[in-house]
């Protein structure tokens, strides 16, 4: 049985030579001008005009794009090789200069039909506080990691919570008080790295809890590498930084929509319906003022657009009452990652106590979405049934993923 996210993975070509490239000329004009090659799912739209562009945005300019479509409609000619132009570097995809390497501690074997949520607590060695800026999460066997979160653990009460087999099983959570988010990982992500002068903290003697979700894939899987990569500030940061997750409420956050039957907000995808819409809106009170430098969207296999907005109580001179952080309307679970805004990080959006966090999903639970059809075979079913908001591959989420610098006087 193939596995979800198999199907969403694109087969991949050279295009390092004319020999290599110009069979799939017209293929590569098509996937560039539907906005699926390269894979970078942040989009401008008439709902989402971001006031600012994005770092390693890989997209072709209109002017590249017409030069491609210029030489396909030529019919792909070779021209002079001896002028030829050289060949960039390609974009670096790993945090190379990173400090330290954590591992889980113990192979894993993934088999039968249940997903899988494990935690693994890591001694990181860490014998003074410590200022973290760049962290990147490694998916042992992608074949059945669906994600990774990784944590802080100032406490060190997880160590305590590891069985004979060196984890602890962590539905929903690595059920630790003082555990902060640090990094995070789904398919598709690239490193993350704050902004100059922000930095996260982690406090000396932590822990770091490695929450992996795993989805079998029917077959016998091992994960014995699952890694994070952590790069060391050398100094104090103006600013610390710190990685939220916001959204999946079926609380008072949850807006109404028109599919909901029972006089009250429910968190439902109705089956066979193309286009449906859930919505939540989160007000920040008693927060200081937050610099929003990079934003991601989440979502599993029904998805197929979410857009998160900042809406302002009182907004600056200069700044919009409502805004758009980012909006992904082509949504494709393999190819996920955090954005981070191209602007100095006094220019970001800014959160202030009392405004409003929006958040809109939309899914297609209907056979004409081919995603659907899969994860139906995958359950033996043949007609779409309602999805529910859930932690497992097969539920659904609408989440948004912020990064936030905070001012050091003001996160003490």
């Not at 305590?160 to 959570?173: A, S, T």
């Not at 100059?196 to 894939?217: D, E, F």
């Not at 006089?263 to 007000?283: C, T």
Request: hydrophobic residues 40%; proline residues 9%; aromatic residues 8%.
């Amino acid at each position: 049985m193939q596995r979800l996210s198999q199907r969403r993975r694109h087969r991949p070509f050279s295009l390092a030579s004319y020999e290599t490239a110009q069979p799939f000329a017209t293929a590569a004009l098509d996937a560039v001008e539907r906005g699926t090659m390269p894979p970078f799912l942040a989009d401008e739209t008439d709902d989402c005009q971001p006031r600012f562009g994005w770092q390693d945005d890989p997209r072709l300019s209109d002017d590249e794009l017409e030069l491609l479509r210029a030489w396909v409609d030529q019919g792909a000619p070779e021209g002079d090789p001896a002028t030829a132009a050289p060949l960039p570097e390609p974009p670096e995809v790993e945090l190379t200069d990173a400090d330290v390497r954590v591992q889980i501690p113990t192979p894993v074997s993934i088999d039968g039909d249940k997903d899988l949520f494990l935690c693994f607590s890591v001694d990181p060695g860490f014998e003074d506080d410590t200022w973290i800026d760049a962290v990147q999460i490694s998916a042992g066997n992608p074949q059945v990691v669906h994600h990774v979160l990784a944590y802080v653990d100032e406490s060190g009460e997880s160590a305590d919570k590891v069985n004979e087999d060196g984890y602890y099983p962590c539905f929903g959570g690595p059920g630790i008080n003082t555990a902060n988010l640090i990094a995070a990982w789904a398919p598709g992500m690239t490193p993350f790295e704050m902004p100059p002068k922000v930095a996260s903290r982690v406090v000396a003697g932590s822990r770091i809890v490695m929450q992996v979700h795993y989805h079998p894939t029917g077959k016998p899987e091992l994960d014995s590498a699952t890694s994070l990569d952590l790069r060391i500030h050398d100094t104090i940061p103006e600013y610390v930084g710190m990685l939220a997750l916001i959204g999946n409420s079926e609380g008072p956050q949850l807006l109404p929509s028109e599919h909901d039957d029972n006089g009250y907000p429910e968190f439902r995808i109705p089956a066979g319906v193309e286009n449906h819409v859930e919505q939540m809106l989160f007000k920040l009170n008693d927060v200081p003022p937050l610099r929003v430098f990079a934003v991601g969207t989440h979502m599993h296999y029904v998805g197929t657009d979410m857009l998160i907005g900042l809406q302002r109580s009182s907004p600056d001179d200069g700044e919009p009452a409502n805004e758009c952080l980012l909006q992904t309307p082509g949504w494709d679970f393999n190819w996920q990652r955090t954005y981070s805004y191209d602007a100095a990080l006094d220019a970001v959006p800014r959160f202030d106590a009392g405004d409003a966090l929006y958040l809109r999903c939309t899914y297609n639970n209907s056979m004409s979405n081919p995603f659907v059809v899969q994860a139906l075979a995958e359950q033996g079913l043949d007609a779409p049934k309602d999805v529910r908001l859930g932690e497992e591959t097969l539920d659904e989420m609408c989440l948004a993923v912020v990064g936030i610098a905070i001012a050091l006087k003001d996160a003490i």
